[in-house]
């Protein structure tokens, strides 16, 4: 590790430390603490194998500072969750929770596409696209956690634990703001990679939209199949 991801990783401890000391609900930070229990050590072990650059590092750990915040109070009960209700004129409804599905979107966008590019090679209209399918998926799949984690814990737990806040919409409104988020990050990326290089940026789109081979993969004339 570089002195400045050094830097990263205490910052992530030293708040992790904090959100753990006297949570609002301790049951609810644990649950909300599940992913984080889960994913840091993946990451660690990963990360020796495949780094990123110092962006990507800074990106991840300004998300997970973020979601230790809402652990330790709860997404529903952050108080700068309710000032930006105010902001948007939410009528008393949390928006932590929703700030934090956008920057989820927003601030892993670069990560995944940096990992998705380096690890498969991937040019032009793709390196932007399948980002947004990514963050999509992990956020559906987030929200398949909730539910099960609601049906595991006790009511009050599990409750504040989902933080729909009366909404019947509040998964896909999560999901919206998640995808939101990453469409503007993929775009700004986009944005700056035309400016600063139109000629290739122009060419490598069209390339990549062109269909390789001759023949559709994965196919066998249907009487190379009865032989």
């Known amino acids: 590790m570089s002195k400045y991801q050094m830097f990263l990783a205490a910052c992530f401890i030293a708040v992790w430390v904090w959100s753990g000391i006297d949570p609002l609900h301790r049951e609810t930070w644990l649950l909300e603490n599940l992913l ?5 050590p993946a990451f660690l072990v990963t990360a020796r194998y495949f780094k990123l650059s110092d962006i990507s590092y800074t ?16 997404y529903g009960e952050v108080p700068f969750g309710f000032t930006l209700g105010e902001w948007f004129g939410s009528e008393g409804r949390n928006m932590y929770d929703r700030l934090l599905h956008f920057s989820f979107g927003f ?5 995944i596409r940096e990992m998705f590019v380096r690890v498969t090679g991937a040019r032009g209209f793709w390196g932007y696209y399948f980002p947004l399918d990514v963050v999509l998926s992990f956020s559906a799949l987030y929200e398949i956690i909730e539910w099960a984690g609601v049906n595991l814990a006790d009511g009050t737990a599990g409750v504040l634990f989902l933080a729909t806040q009366g909404d019947v919409f509040d998964a896909a409104k999560d999901m919206g703001s998640a995808l939101l988020g990453c469409l503007l ?18 060419e490598e789109m069209k390339e990549s939209l062109k269909i390789q081979g001759s023949k559709p ?3 066998r004339p249907f009487r190379e199949i009865i032989r």
């Open 36 to 40: 984080v229990f889960l994913f840091i």
């Open 59 to 74: 990106f991840i750990t300004v998300f997970l500072i973020m979601h230790l915040v809402g652990s330790n109070w709860t």
């Open 107 to 111: 601030l892993m966008a670069y990560p």
């Open 185 to 202: 990050a993929i775009l700004i990326v986009l944005g700056l990679n035309w400016l600063l290089n139109r000629e290739e940026f122009g």
């Open 217 to 219: 993969a994965g196919k």
